[in-house]
């Protein structure tokens, strides 16, 4: 079992910055990509931002240039900076932990919620 704490958000006027965290722990080693995840309220949840072991990242077309995604592997944590902040992001954000090999390791936090004002 992986679990994911999940720190950060908040609310903050359109055109402002937040940072979003995750500390995962328990069995890490089994895990190999880490991301971001968003629900919108009545919108299915949405891929933000994932960073796999080794680097490669991949963004949501609608955040490329805005969001930077990074990852501490000694600290097993994930970070999320979120910059340039629209309404359009106001959202329930979900950390992610999982296996892309073997799919049915996937963890999720507990959710944070990011409000961006106009």
């Known amino acids: 079992q992986v679990q994911l704490v999940e720190s950060g958000g908040g609310s903050v006027q359109a055109g402002g910055s937040l940072r979003l965290s995750c500390a995962a722990s328990?069995?890490?080693?089994?895990?190999?990509?880490m991301g971001w995840y968003r629900q919108a309220p009545g919108k299915q949840r949405e891929l933000v931002a994932d960073i796999r072991d080794g680097g490669p990242t991949n963004y949501a077309d609608s955040v490329k240039g805005r969001f930077t995604i990074s990852r501490d592997n000694a600290k097993n944590t994930v970070s999320l900076q979120m910059n340039s902040l629209k309404p359009e992001d106001t959202a329930v954000y979900y950390c992610?932990?999982?296996?892309?090999?073997?799919?049915?390791?996937?963890?999720w936090g507990q959710g944070t919620q990011v409000t961006v004002s106009s």
């Open positions: 328990g069995s890490v080693l089994s895990i190999n990509t």
């Open positions: 992610n932990a999982r296996n892309v090999v073997f799919r049915t390791i996937n963890y």
